[in-house]
């Protein structure tokens, strides 16, 4: 059973940083897509960006220049550096992990991203 943890979430004013982490247990994070999701107050989940087991990468549009996914395969951790963030980034973040050859998708918690004005 494959464990993915959230953190790194926080109140930041808009043009601040913020780096989520998804660390994963019970498998290899290098077998996996690797996603984060978000979903505002009342709004759809929506992907953010996603990496692949080979290390490419897409994002939304609404992102796009400004939100970095990555992952440390030898600490099974992927994570979503956040920069020039606006106050429609709020919302709950998710990861999740999609399993290459099984489509086994796990998820995390989410964790609580706040942008103020």
């Known amino acids: 059973q494959v464990q993915l943890v959230e953190s790194g979430g926080g109140l930041v004013q808009t043009g601040g940083s913020l780096r989520l982490s998804c660390a994963a247990s019970?498998?290899?994070?290098?077998?996996?897509?690797m996603c984060w999701y978000r979903q505002a107050p009342g709004s759809q989940r929506e992907l953010v960006a996603l990496?692949?087991?080979?290390?490419?990468?897409k994002y939304a549009s609404f992102v796009k220049g400004r939100f970095t996914i990555s992952k440390d395969n030898a600490k099974n951790t992927a994570y979503l550096q956040m920069n020039g963030l606006k106050p429609e980034d709020t919302g709950v973040y998710f990861c999740?992990?999609?399993?290459?050859?099984?489509?086994?998708?796990?998820w995390g918690q989410g964790t609580q991203v706040t942008v103020s004005s």
């Open positions: 999740s992990g999609v399993h290459r050859i099984s489509g086994e998708e796990y």
């Open positions: 019970g498998s290899n994070l290098s077998l996996y897509v």
């Open positions: 990496v692949t087991p080979g290390g490419g990468t």
